[in-house]
């Protein structure tokens, strides 16, 4: 035992210890430090969704791959790694077909880009949704530290492209480079892309009635009848929305209606949000429909239906739109509030209201707008927006383009010239008379204050705040929900859930390869070297030794 100790003592008492002092060192310098190596990143999956069998968007989730620039990237063993901004539409439908992989850092402040970029975004973004994705890809909110190591991973491949614009380096400088670079290794975990089996889509609906003091007015049921719909956008790229301005204006209508239609018996007043728009085809508002039209004869006879979509976008604020299936013929109801939303229209910054005429095409999958169900019911129907072709991509966008004290103005207006037209009609009140047939003014005076609390209003399956609104104003209120067919579904959801993005600083595979036979040469350096020990020892001390004697 002691014989063996005195061995493993003379081992240490040869080079060996030197030998480790000089590689652990560089070992330790070529290796990378784990703390500043591992980057985390909340990140959401692309919206994945079906519409009549048809799917759209993300049909993957899986993500462990090599990290590559927009312009570098080439297998689909790559991740690409890139700005929504700096993405065009070609360059997704490239990777779309051939990378493995897609992760996106969204604008740090949409409203602050030029109108060439927000323009740009809008179309890549529509782009994005009218196909499925067969590869995941991944969306980040604004995050420095993403930012800087896309414009790493840039940088790196602008440089080497300069580089060999200018000369073509030696191939000893080319292979040193590959081996001293850095790459990235992107992993995405707790991401999912299975059937949400508890799909749902909600309605709710309330009714404004006039009310007798104490008791509900007899005949409510024999009361002219006015819908007004908006849709509730819970997704689009993302699963998740900035604002949901259209059911803001819808909910400050609610307000505004509750505290004059209390006492006058003209008209009864039906509100309805759907929380399914273009997207899903207005799946909600065909159940609503289907499971009301036949049981309630009056709703076959409302004298129209307002149809609330994209009504607080500043682009276009100087215009309202009302799309209609079908032209109203002269002297019906639809034709007389037409003529009074344009009247009311030139009183607030001389806004032009226009109609835009587009028949309903049943050829089509997916109706265009909203008023299009209730068209196809005969029943008369039109939407009011702010933009003029249903194909804009403004219907369908997660940013915000415009600050929130633009879209306050926009709204602001855009509720007191609906609001107006609509109580004039209603309560026969002639809209040529200027400001002196304003309805709401003075303490009843529409302000922003009424409109900012509904911006961020969330969907029903997330909180009540849309149902106690509805509640606190109306009466009848009632929650439906619509679901999927089993055996013939009309939409599918799937799991939105987040995920964490990992990415970690990484060397090339090539200095493994390099390492690798490093390690080999080092080992059968000290392998020859121990083993041959007894002549460099003697070789040493004979030089050693003349050395002495010629001094």
């Excluded at 990484?506 to 002549?535: E, G, N, Q, S």
Aim: charged share 20%.
């Amino acid at each position: 035992m002691f014989e063996e100790a005195d061995n493993f003592a003379d081992l240490f008492r040869g080079g060996l210890p030197y030998y480790l002092l000089i590689t652990l060192p560089i070992l330790i310098i070529c290796s990378s430090n784990p703390v500043l190596a591992a980057s985390e990143f909340g990140v959401q999956r692309m919206s994945q969704y079906d519409v009549h069998g048809v799917a759209y968007g993300c049909r993957a989730s899986a993500l462990n791959l090599e990290a590559k620039s927009l312009y570098t990237w080439q297998t689909s063993r790559h991740c690409v790694l890139t700005r929504l901004q700096d993405m065009t539409i070609d360059h997704f439908r490239e990777i779309r077909a051939k990378a493995g992989g897609l992760v996106v850092l969204l604008p740090e402040d949409a409203a602050a880009l030029s109108l060439e970029d927000k323009q740009h975004i809008h179309l890549l973004e529509q782009a994005m949704m009218v196909q499925d994705v067969p590869i995941p890809v991944y969306f980040s909110k604004y995050d420095p530290k993403l930012n800087g190591i896309i414009d790493e991973v840039t940088r790196t491949t602008v440089r080497n492209q300069k580089q060999s614009a200018q000369k073509r380096d030696s191939a000893f400088s080319e292979i040193f480079g590959s081996i001293s670079a850095n790459g990235y290794q992107v992993v995405v975990s707790g991401a999912s892309h299975t059937v949400n089996k508890q799909s749902k889509i909600p309605i709710i609906q309330g009714e404004l009635a006039p009310l007798k003091p104490g008791k509900a007015l007899d005949g409510d049921n024999k009361l002219p009848l006015i819908i007004v719909t908006a849709h509730l956008d819970t997704f689009g790229l993302t699963n998740s929305r900035q604002s949901n301005a259209d059911v803001a204006v819808l909910l400050t209508l609610v307000e505004l209606f509750s505290k004059l239609h209390a006492s006058i018996p003209k008209y009864r007043l039906i509100f309805l949000v759907s929380e399914s728009g273009l997207l899903l085809n207005f799946q909600g508002m065909k159940k609503w429909l289907d499971s009301n039209l036949d049981e309630n004869v009056q709703i076959q006879h409302a004298e129209f239906v307002v149809c609330l979509d994209t009504i607080g976008k500043l682009l276009s604020h100087e215009n309202i739109y009302m799309h209609v299936s079908k032209p109203p013929k002269e002297g019906t109801s639809m034709s007389g509030f037409y003529k009074t939303l344009r009247t009311v229209a030139q009183r607030y910054g001389n806004v032009s209201v226009e109609g835009v005429h587009k028949k309903i095409n049943l050829a089509d999958t997916l109706l265009a707008w909203e008023h299009e169900r209730f068209s196809m019911k005969r029943m008369p129907a039109f939407t009011l927006s702010n933009v003029k072709s249903h194909k804009d991509p403004l219907r369908n966008t997660i940013f915000d383009d415009d600050t929130v004290e633009e879209q306050l103005d926009a709204l602001e207006r855009n509720v007191k010239i609906v609001a107006e037209a609509l109580a004039s009609h209603i309560y026969n009140v002639p809209a040529e008379d200027g400001a002196a047939g304003e309805i709401f003014t003075g303490s009843m005076a529409i302000s922003r204050e009424q409109i900012k609390p509904w911006l961020n209003i969330r969907s029903t399956l997330q909180n009540n705040d849309l149902k106690y609104a509805f509640e606190k104003y109306l009466r009848n209120v009632k929650v439906t929900y619509e679901k999927p067919d089993a055996r013939e579904p009309d939409f599918m959801l799937y799991d939105d859930r987040d995920a964490l993005l990992n990415i970690y600083n990484v060397k090339p595979a090539v200095f493994d390869l390099f390492l690798t036979f490093m390690i080999a040469a080092y080992l059968t350096a000290t392998y020859f070297a121990i083993f041959h020990f007894p002549r460099l020892y003697g070789f040493v001390c004979r030089m050693t030794v003349a050395k002495t004697k010629v001094n």
